[in-house]
């Protein structure tokens, strides 16, 4: 069955462009971005790498690690490595995992033989410092993501772990919050001492509560 969220995040011994990890040592009590790749050498696959690589120290920052995968191997990912940074001016800067085995994609289900039978979608999987999964995503080979999105969406399973609140539509790092429904007004006005204004019993806004 497809790893669902609260689940585990399996655990695995790869090689990668960093040398062999242990994902879960690698980890440490940090938040992990592990996120998949259809195929070395190709053009979106680029784009990203060098995407994530200029975002990685907004990760650190959020005190999360990023990790890649593609189904090709050590010596492939070594010899595309010089090509991210002429095409996007960023070098790779996190490791990359050779899975050629595919020993990591069908632990994490990044094969979907009914969109290809060889290469992997792109996954992404956000894992807490509890190693659970709190976030899947999946695009298809031909769509590249928005990482700036995974940063954003890590931003609230953050506050939302930490607070009982949840992140309303398109919300972004410092705008207003709801509190969850099952907070009472009453005790809303002792956990939320900034206020709260109500639109309706259920949907109540609440300035964000770690600034
Ligand atoms: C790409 O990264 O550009 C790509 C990879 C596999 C299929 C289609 C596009």
Same mark, same amino acid.
């Given at each position: ?77 070594? =010899?595309? #490595?010089?090509? *991210? $940074? ?5 070098? %790779?800067?996190?490791?990359?995992? +050779?899975?050629?085995? !595919? ?18 979608? =792109?996954? #992404?999987?956000? *894992? $807490? ?5 709190? %976030?899947?995503?999946?695009?298809? +080979?031909?769509?590249? !993501? ?43 006005k002792v956990k939320f001492p900034k206020g709260f204004r109500t639109v309706k019993p259920y949907l109540r806004y609440t300035p964000q509560p770690d600034l």
């Amino acid at each position: 069955m497809a790893l669902q969220l609260g689940d585990l995040a399996p655990d695995f011994t790869a090689e990668t462009t960093e040398g062999t990890i242990s994902f879960h040592d690698w980890l440490g009590d940090r938040w992990g971005i592990l996120f998949s790749h259809p195929k070395d050498f190709t053009p979106v696959c680029t784009t990203e790498l060098g995407e994530v690589s200029r975002l990685k120290g907004e990760f650190e920052k959020r005190n999360a690690k990023v990790i890649g995968l593609s189904v090709d191997s050590l010596d492939s990912h070594e =010899r595309w #490595v010089g090509d *991210i $940074a002429d095409a996007t001016g960023h070098a %790779l800067n996190f490791p990359l995992i +050779a899975d050629s085995d !595919r020993k990591v994609s069908d632990l994490y289900g990044m094969i979907h033989p009914n969109a290809s039978d060889t290469l992997t979608v =792109r996954s #992404v999987f956000v *894992i $807490a410092p509890d190693k659970k999964v709190k %976030l899947t995503i999946t695009y298809p +080979a031909s769509t590249g !993501r928005n990482f700036e999105e995974i940063l954003r969406v890590l931003e609230s399973l953050q506050l939302t772990a930490g607070y009982s609140v949840a992140t309303p539509v398109n919300w972004q790092e410092g705008e207003d919050v709801i509190i969850v429904p099952a907070v009472s007004d009453e005790d809303a006005k002792v956990k939320f001492p900034k206020g709260f204004r109500t639109v309706k019993p259920y949907l109540r806004y609440t300035p964000q509560p770690d600034l």
